[in-house]
């Protein structure tokens, strides 16, 4: 089995303390994020976009096993179990973006 090379689960972090990190997920029509893994329960903040995907990896533990595909709520808040190792995709035709806050123990 070829060792697994895991990336930041967004594009850009925006602000970080003791108790919230703050990122900024981008994705043009078609781009995938890095594989990544959710180690802190986080909210996902739907800003822009049409149409997202989650592709989960065979050994994830997070609450998406399968793939999973959606419609873009813009303003939307999903609140999201720690555990998840998946790739985001942008799916749809328009730019996606989101904020992701996780939520530090």
Do not use: C
């Amino acid at each position: 089995m070829t060792e697994r090379t895991l990336g930041d689960i967004a594009t850009e972090l925006l602000f970080e303390n003791d108790r919230v990190r703050v990122w900024e997920l981008r994705l043009a029509p078609g781009e995938r994020s890095a594989t990544h893994r959710h180690d802190l329960d986080h909210l996902l903040i739907q800003i822009s976009g049409d149409r997202i995907a989650i592709e989960p990896e065979p050994d994830t533990e997070g609450p998406f096993k399968d793939y999973l595909a959606a419609d873009v709520i813009p303003g939307v808040v999903v609140p999201v179990d720690r555990g998840g190792i998946e790739t985001a995709v942008n799916v749809g035709d328009q730019p996606y973006r989101e904020i992701i806050v996780e939520l530090k123990d």
